[in-house]
């Protein structure tokens, strides 16, 4: 993987002057190459990664599976395309197995998803089936932990 990329990548707060120092090239070289990567659509975006129980969110996300019916001649891009589109798609991906696409909602209520799920994505043409599953407590994000510590608290039992 590119060094620059994937330095952006771990941490997209580095200033394009530490980038060039730890690259070997000048602040300009760094900024010219930032540009083009994201003028071409390499880099997609910038994006911190949020503690949303620490920041007393009061939302859920939620995973929908969803197995649908593709079209001859588009598989599954044209149905893939059209819940993209749905404002409240965070991310959507092609899969394998059970389901063909996962779809990730975050920041709603339950009922939110639910209605989502029930007025706008249900009576898509080409949709078969979904299965939804709420995220409880998230560990891990995008390679960042975010329990503090995991601790056994089951507690002690003696008999």
Known sequence: M?????????????????????????????ADEIRLYEES??????????????????TVSALIEIKVQPKYGRGFDDIAGRIASLEEVESIYLMSGGFDLMVMVTDKSF???AMFIANR?????????????????????????????FKDDRGTISL
């Not at 690259?23 to 300009?28: A, D, H, I, N, Y």
């Not at 659509?41 to 949020?50: E, F, L, Q, S, T």
């Open 2 to 30: 590119n060094k620059l990329l994937h330095l952006l990548e771990t941490s997209a707060r580095l200033t394009n002057k530490e980038l060039a120092v730890m690259l070997g090239k000048t602040e300009q070289e760094i």
């Open 41 to 58: 659509g390499v880099i997609k975006g910038y994006k911190a990664i949020i503690d949303k129980e620490k920041a007393h969110y009061e």
């Open 121 to 149: 994505v249900s009576p898509l043409e080409g949709v078969v089936s979904t299965a939804t599953h709420f995220i409880l407590k998230r560990y891990k994000e995008q390679g960042v932990l975010f329990a503090d510590d």
């Open 111 to 113: 009922h939110e998803v």
